[in-house]
């Protein structure tokens, strides 16, 4: 086939149709419901579709696009780069500027004590990259025995082995008979569903002694690490009150198990904060980062070492065996630097926080107020989740493990605003460029698809 000839919308989707395999997707089901949708632009928070449709985009792509589409400053970036140097490595004794002002940029940014970064492609290579740093750090450290992983139901931390294996989503786990040995899953803080009316912080202090009996029950000897999200993002948007993470560095510190926060999403502004460690007060020996640091411009992630732990590895260890071709790729180095560079001139963390994070939230309330369907509205800066029940009063659920979780999310998409069906939650994190006309928009959408959702269910 000649790829320069032009194809008309119906092509392209009989082509997708034929020959992607979609991720995340019931390639039959999707066939029978006619094919996906073809979305051929986006500028800011809006896309278009082969039909012409402008779509809000309320979920930022996959939690990424934290700038919004279109920036012509970060395509110049990369084509810049692409014409300067379009490829060089750091294996062998070599470095390109992108890569080092990146890593530069970075331990500015995180929270002090993290002021080494290992690149690689995607959210999960990352957290593979830390699993291994970890085994090795505690072989170096002479203490073989601490292997065991600890993260929480819900999680999700990516889709290579390991990371499924650290995530916590049990139909995941289903697919490849995982998680691999030597991963443990404990209770996540999540309140609505958990706390039987135990106030939040108590709640909050109880979850995380969850971590705690999970290290004595496998011996602290045997313990490596905790991970887990600041705000568990792709299981269902899960706000821990904020008792929950001091109460974990107190517990890891204690224990001696090192720390991770996989900032994956909520790193890059999206709570308000550079990064959710700093909205928390974690105390992470290692960040996970990825999506929001190109906002998804081009694929690129990151693992910021803390001192105590790189020192160790630099040391002790000689040459990590592990990288990938692509790990400091200079183009989405480059990308990484001008988003940034955009976030900061825009002040969109600040901006977040102080301004169209409560702004939403608010619009939210108002406009859900009383609705039969919503048991809960609940969000942080620009991330948040909208618990859907059969019974405001009792938080009863609708029978159908999360059906009309999905439903509701057919009609945003249906109504042209892009939000998540999680279980029974409609979730959203829009670009943090999102203006308070385009808030009050994919709020009005979002009413009339839970409308429609209760017209459905009778
Ligand atoms: N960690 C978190 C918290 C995520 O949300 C994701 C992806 O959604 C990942 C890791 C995996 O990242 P990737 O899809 O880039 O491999």
Redesign the pocket.
């Known amino acids: 086939m000649d790829t320069h000839s032009p194809l008309g919308p119906d092509a392209l989707k009989a082509l997708d149709g034929r020959h992607h395999l979609h991720p995340f997707t019931d390639t039959k089901a999707l066939a029978a419901e006619g094919g996906a949708r073809l979305i051929v632009r986006g500028e800011g928070v809006w896309l278009t579709d082969a039909d012409g449709q402008r779509i809000l985009d309320g979920m930022a792509g996959?939690?990424c696009v934290n700038v919004g589409y279109g920036r012509a400053e970060l395509a110049e970036a990369a084509h810049r780069q692409l014409l300067d140097l379009s490829f060089y490595h750091g294996f062998f004794k070599t470095t390109t500027e992108p890569v080092a002002r990146l890593a530069g940029k970075l331990a500015e940014l995180a929270p002090p004590g993290l002021s080494r970064a290992f690149f690689a492609n995607?959210?999960?290579?990352a957290?593979d990259t830390i699993v291994r740093m970890v085994r090795h750090y505690w072989n170096l450290k002479g203490r073989p025995g601490k292997k065991a992983f600890i993260s929480r139901t819900h999680g999700?931390?990516?889709?290579t082995m390991a990371?499924t294996s650290l995530g916590g989503i049990g139909v995941m786990h289903g697919q490849g008979d995982l998680p691999l040995p030597g991963f443990h899953h404990v209770m996540p803080p999540y309140a609505f569903d958990l706390a039987r009316g135990l106030d939040p912080e108590a709640f909050g202090r109880l979850a995380a002694r969850a971590v705690e009996e999970k290290i004595l029950e496998l011996g602290p000897e045997n313990v490596a690490a905790f991970i887990g999200?600041p705000i568990q993002?792709?299981g269902g948007v899960i706000i821990p009150p904020d008792s929950y993470w001091p109460e974990i560095n107190r517990i890891c510190r204690e224990h001696d198990i090192l720390l991770i926060a996989?900032e994956?999403?909520c790193g890059f502004g999206r709570l308000g904060h550079w990064f959710g460690s700093q909205r928390y007060g974690i105390e992470p020996d290692f960040m996970?980062l990825?999506?929001g640091i190109t906002s998804g411009y081009l694929p690129l992630?990151a693992v910021m070492v803390g001192d105590r732990v790189a020192e160790t590895l630099i040391e002790e260890g000689g040459e990590f065996y592990h990288g990938f071709t692509y790990s400091g790729h200079p183009v989405p180095c480059a990308v990484a630097l001008a988003n940034i560079d955009l976030i900061e001139r825009e002040t969109l963390v600040e901006r977040v926080r102080t301004d169209i994070g409560p702004y939403l939230r608010r619009r939210f309330e108002e406009a859900l107020e009383g609705h039969p369907l919503v048991g809960e509205i609940r969000s942080e800066g620009l991330i948040g989740a909208i618990e859907i029940v059969k019974d405001r009063r009792t938080r009863e659920r609708w029978p159908g493990d999360g059906k009309v979780g999905l439903m509701a999310r057919d009609h945003c998409f249906r109504n042209n605003v892009i939000m998540r069906g999680i279980r029974d939650s409609l979730v959203f994190a829009p670009p943090l460029t999102l203006s308070h006309a385009e808030a009050d928009e994919m709020v009005a959408r979002a009413r009339l698809s839970l409308d429609q959702t209760a017209r459905d269910l009778g």
């Open positions: 996959l939690w995607s959210g999960s290579e957290n999700y931390h990516g889709t990371s999200e993002g792709a996989d994956v999403i996970t990825a999506k992630s």
